[in-house]
């Protein structure tokens, strides 16, 4: 029986089908738009990242109906433990959990199929359609490597919400990226180690002056896995007065991180990596990219949606999906600019929380303030306290780490 014909107009086109892809296309399908969900790879796939889900997740998960089905698969966790350089260390009470992104990823998408979504599987986006009077995108398009060499694939659409993630090939080809350098690194393996299930039952993250820059991590994943990593933020600054780009090895630091933190070497010694340990570049603070075009909302990371200081960046990118349904659904008939207006009002909006999240991540390029928070952290109720806030988003992450604060903190 020959194969349906691909699909080749729809009301909306999402591209990319990740957490951000995937809450966009289930927000308007469930309101009755025509949706195409279009991704490079067929679904499971893997994706490189921590793996941690912090409350802002928790509540995307549970505006899009699958919060129960997540916990149900996820490992819950109910503390962050952070340790300085010194080996000081606390334990920051929350709700979170750990699924690995290729088992959320597909439950994500799964509850976009549901609410009327078409997923099209594998096209990998080569360029945006547009209109040859205004310029405005009227849809994309994409190489279909299942149609043999050479082979493309066009698709017309009322708009286009691009959310391709941190590479930035597609915001290139675009038109809407304003800087090819990531705002950071990481890299991941996945171990399994039953032994440790039990030593290990935290969000373990690291600061120590051979991982200056960055942290290294441990978040306990279902059945005895643990994701294991190091991550490198502001790697796109430059270094004042020296006018080059800061350069570090990812494996070196990964390294360093099994041979500074006692747990990291044991969990690589006694278990057994499953698959590669791979990388991939972020993309944080709402930055280097434009947010639309005439016919294009960019949402997720390839809008800059994980924060600078944890690296986490799931929840803000259900957000922003969802945020790019609202402005459809809001101005459904409006002309563009208004939705565009709205879009980038939304995540305007955003920007002064990123911003904090910008200045906290100082104690990765000075690992020294880690050791002075969780030494005072131990001590005051009320700084723990703030602490939990951080992580909930109810407290100023970046008080924290002023000189005011640092003040307030020794002396409170």
Not at 92 to 101: A, E, H, I, N
Not at 273 to 300: F, H, M, N, T
């Amino acid at each position: 029986m020959p194969e349906a014909p691909l699909p080749t107009q729809c009301d909306v086109l999402v591209i990319g089908a990740g957490p951000a892809g995937s809450a966009c296309a289930q927000a308007l399908a469930r309101a009755g738009h025509d949706v195409l969900l279009v991704d490079q790879h067929h679904f499971p796939r893997d994706k490189v990242c921590g793996d941690g889900l912090i409350p802002d997740s928790h509540a995307a998960l549970k505006r899009l109906g699958v919060y129960d089905e997540v916990a149900a698969l996820a490992q819950p966790v109910a503390h962050v433990r952070c340790v300085g350089p010194r080996g000081g260390q606390v334990d920051v009470p929350g709700q979170m959990s750990v699924l690995p992104r290729k088992v959320l990823d597909h439950v994500l998408v799964r509850a976009a199929e549901r609410a009327g979504a078409r997923l099209l599987t594998p096209l990998r986006f080569e360029a945006p359609l547009v209109d040859g009077v205004d310029g405005r995108v009227v849809g994309a398009r994409f190489k279909a490597p299942e149609q043999g060499e050479g082979g493309t694939h066009e698709i017309t659409a009322r708009w286009v919400v691009l959310a391709t993630g941190a590479v930035p090939l597609a915001l290139t080809a675009a038109g809407l990226c304003e800087r090819h350098t990531p705002s950071g690194v990481a890299l991941r393996g996945y171990v399994h180690c039953p032994a440790m299930v039990r030593q290990i039952t935290q969000l373990q993250i690291v600061w120590h002056k051979r991982l200056s820059g960055g942290y290294g991590w441990i978040f306990p994943a279902p059945g005895g896995v643990f994701n294991i990593g190091a991550g490198l933020t502001g790697s796109h600054r430059v270094e004042q007065g020296k006018g080059r780009k800061r350069e570090m090895n990812l494996r070196e630091m990964f390294d360093a991180f099994c041979e500074v933190y006692a747990p990291a070497g044991a969990l690589m010694r006694q278990g057994k990596l499953q698959g590669e340990i791979k990388g991939a570049p972020l993309r944080c603070s709402l930055r280097g990219a434009r947010w639309s075009r005439p016919g294009l909302l960019v949402a997720g990371e390839a809008a800059g949606t994980t924060y600078a200081f944890t690296g986490e960046g799931i929840g803000k990118a259900m957000e922003s999906g969802l945020l790019a349904a609202e402005a459809l659904l809001h101005e459904r008939d409006a002309p563009d600019a208004a939705v565009q207006a709205r879009h980038e009002a939304a995540l305007h909006a955003l920007q002064p929380k990123f911003d904090l999240y910008d200045l906290a991540s100082r104690v990765n390029e000075h690992p020294w303030l880690a050791d002075l928070v969780i030494w005072r952290a131990r001590r005051s109720p009320r700084i723990l306290r703030r602490m939990t806030g951080v992580l909930e988003e109810t407290q100023n992450p970046g008080r924290l780490f002023t000189v005011a604060g640092l003040r307030k903190l020794m002396f409170e």
